[in-house]
């Protein structure tokens, strides 16, 4: 596969008064995974659609292996695209469907054999391509689409939302196989997605939208841990932010109900922030004791609390542990079999690491 490089330069798009793209950059190098992570509205499709060709932007460049491609027209950037509509056609076999974006390249009959055979390899529907679409389950008529997308091998495949129309098992099943087609080809990929988890376990890069803008972009682990504002944390996943007066800026510590101190890692301005500061920690980062066990690491923030509620799920018991002053701490414990250990009024301690923990404040 021909892979290649994509570079955004202060990619923006306005539609009347409103901007849905701002300034986005990102440079893309050959073979990664790249998502565009955010809520519905953020700007993710406008900003696929002008890489694509299909929306012109207002300001800013689009760079495929350093050639600028900003004023090109959609078929000349030869670019892969899956959609969550699968957009096949229903009258055309697989293999039809497949050997079209050879036959409007004018490939030869022997080369486009040669390549269908190959791409259905690739999905793994060997044997299929006599089927019509409707033949196919909504995973198969994906897995055509993908093949549809690579098989002209195009420097940089685009997906928008693509698993967004199966069912939760086979959508984790289909991010797995798509990563490892990913992987195997040394593709790079553009992938759209309102999906934390999807984005998690799909990408090299995620770049996290918001209001058309990124917000924050680096490796799942680093955007998950280290969210860099209160927005991008809890887009991620569940996020506890404890309100508070800031006891002192330097040791990145807040002072909560009933006196409580809690110290952090890391101190972040935020411009969500009004006025007080909010500490941020991860569910599963905290552990809750019986109140009177003192076990834990030395140096943790311990707080004091009664378990208010209580929900199994499945892999796991979240705890609403209630610390004073209406403020409920989720805590989320993996079921080991001796689960759950608390029930609801139950007197506990939850614990967890400074380092574990951000404050965001308002500067
Ligand atoms: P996402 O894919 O993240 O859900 P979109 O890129 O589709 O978001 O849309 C971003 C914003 O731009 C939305 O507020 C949407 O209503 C607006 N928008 C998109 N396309 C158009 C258009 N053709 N005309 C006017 N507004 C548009
Ligand atoms: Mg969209």
Same mark, same amino acid.
């Given at each position: 596969?021909?892979?290649?490089?994509?570079?955004?330069?202060?990619?923006?798009?306005?539609?009347?008064?409103?901007?849905?793209?701002?300034?986005?950059?990102?440079?893309?190098?050959?073979?990664?995974?790249?998502?565009?992570?955010?809520?519905?509205?953020?700007?993710?499709?406008?900003?696929?659609?002008?890489?694509?060709?299909?929306?012109?932007?207002?300001?800013?460049?689009?760079l495929i292996e350093d050639r600028?491609?900003?004023?090109?027209?959609?078929?000349?950037?030869?670019?892969?695209?899956?959609?969550?509509?699968?957009?096949?056609?229903?009258?055309?076999?697989?293999?039809?469907?497949?050997?079209?974006?050879?036959?409007?390249?004018?490939?030869?009959?022997?080369?486009?054999?040669?390549?269908?055979?190959?791409?259905?390899?690739?999905?793994?529907?060997?044997?299929?391509?006599?089927?019509?679409?409707?033949?196919?389950?909504?995973?198969?008529?994906?897995?055509?689409?993908?093949?549809?997308?690579?098989?002209?091998?195009?420097?940089?495949?685009?997906?928008?939302?693509?698993?967004g129309a199966l069912d939760k098992?086979?959508?984790?099943?289909?991010?797995?196989?798509?990563?490892?087609?990913?992987?195997?080809?040394?593709?790079?990929?553009?992938?759209?997605?309102?999906?934390?988890?999807?984005?998690?376990?799909?990408?090299?890069?995620?770049?996290?939208?918001?209001?058309? @803008? %990124?917000?924050?972009?680096? /490796?799942?682990?680093?955007?998950? +841990?280290?969210?860099?504002?209160?927005? &991008? #944390? =809890?887009?991620?996943g569940e996020a506890n932010l404890?309100?508070?007066?800031?006891?002192?800026?330097?040791?990145?510590?807040?002072?909560?109900?009933?006196?409580?101190?809690?110290?952090?890692?890391?101190?972040?301005?935020?411009?969500?922030?009004?006025?007080?500061?909010?500490?941020?920690?991860?569910?599963? @980062? %905290?552990?809750?004791?019986? /109140?009177?066990?003192?076990?834990? +690491?030395?140096?943790?923030?311990?707080? &004091? #609390? =009664?378990?208010?509620?209580?929900?199994?799920?499945?892999?796991?018991?979240?705890?609403?542990?209630?610390?004073?002053?209406?403020?409920?701490?989720?805590?989320?414990?993996?079921?080991?079999?001796?689960?759950?250990?608390?029930?609801?009024?139950?007197?506990?301690?939850?614990?967890?690491?400074?380092?574990?923990? %951000?404050?965001?404040?308002?500067?």
């Open positions: 596969m021909q892979s290649g490089s994509l570079r955004l330069e202060r990619l923006t798009k306005r539609y009347a008064a409103a901007t849905v793209v701002a300034e986005v950059s990102v440079a893309i190098p050959s073979g990664q995974f790249f998502s565009l992570l955010g809520p519905s509205g953020s700007g993710k499709t406008t900003t696929l659609s002008m890489i694509a060709g299909f929306v012109d932007p207002d300001e800013g460049r689009i600028d491609v900003t004023r090109l027209s959609p078929q000349y950037r030869e670019l892969g695209m899956v959609f969550q509509n699968y957009a096949l056609f229903p009258h055309l076999s697989v293999a039809e469907n497949i050997a079209f974006p050879l036959r409007v390249r004018r490939f030869g009959n022997a080369e486009r054999e040669e390549r269908v055979t190959w791409a259905l390899d690739v999905v793994r529907l060997a044997g299929f391509e006599r089927r019509l679409p409707r033949e196919l389950s909504g995973g198969q008529q994906q897995r055509v689409a993908l093949a549809r997308a690579v098989v002209f091998q195009p420097p940089v495949v685009l997906m928008d939302e693509p698993l098992n086979l959508r984790y099943q289909m991010q797995v196989e798509i990563k490892e087609i990913q992987r195997r080809l040394g593709m790079t990929v553009v992938y759209v997605t309102h999906d934390q988890e999807e984005a998690m376990n799909m990408s090299d890069v995620i770049a996290i939208m918001n209001h058309g @803008r %990124i917000e924050q972009m680096g /490796a799942p682990t680093d955007v998950y +841990e280290r969210p860099g504002s209160i927005f &991008a #944390g =809890k887009f991620l404890i309100e508070g007066r800031i006891d002192n800026l330097r040791s990145k510590s807040l002072a909560v109900a009933g006196g409580t101190i809690l110290r952090a890692s890391r101190a972040i301005v935020d411009e969500e922030i009004a006025e007080g500061a909010k500490h941020f920690v991860r569910p599963e @980062r %905290i552990a809750v004791h019986a /109140a009177n066990d003192a076990t834990g +690491e030395a140096g943790s923030n311990r707080v &004091a #609390g =009664k378990v208010a509620r209580l929900s199994f799920l499945g892999n796991l018991v979240r705890y609403g542990v209630d610390i004073g002053a209406g403020e409920l701490v989720t805590v989320d414990a993996q079921n080991s079999g001796r689960t759950p250990a608390f029930g609801v009024g139950d007197a506990v301690t939850a614990a967890w690491r400074p380092d574990d923990a %951000i404050l965001y404040h308002h500067g």
